[in-house]
């Protein structure tokens, strides 16, 4: 399946494709689209973090948390993944879990070193294995 998000990945942009391929679609393809995108003109494929869509920030909600919330995902380890995720994505919120302030800055280490956003997931999905390993100790 083909699912489709906005260029220049950072922290929920990173996280939801770690989190579609390890527990949703293992066989995801991602696709990456000009920032101001209009999602209703996406046709072929599931768009995430893009305004207005289902699978995007919804009230104090990141699109990770929207994502496990649409396919009922209940693992007690991923629920505090979604915690470290949240603090890093939601700027306000940052202090919600110490992490976050981490995860955010590896992002932005990420985005300075990669060459574009397929090379970023390509390198950054095991800073999420990690992170979930890591919450699977707090748990």
Known sequence: MKWVTREHVAVDRVACPWLIKRFIDQNAVFEFVAYDTDPE???????????????????????FEAIIEKYDLKDP?????????HAADVPEDIESAPEGA??????????????????TL????????????YCKAKV
Not at 124 to 132: K, S
């Open 102 to 119: 981490g995860l955010r800055a590896i992002a932005a280490g990420f985005r300075a070193i990669c060459h574009d956003d397929h090379e």
């Open 41 to 63: 003109t996406v046709k072929d494929g599931i768009p995430f973090d893009m305004k207005g869509v289902e699978l995007g920030h919804r009230g104090n909600n990141c699109s």
């Open 122 to 133: 390509e390198k950054e999905l095991i800073v999420y294995d990690a992170l979930y390993e």
């Open 77 to 85: 380890v991923l629920l505090e993944l979604a915690r470290i995720v």
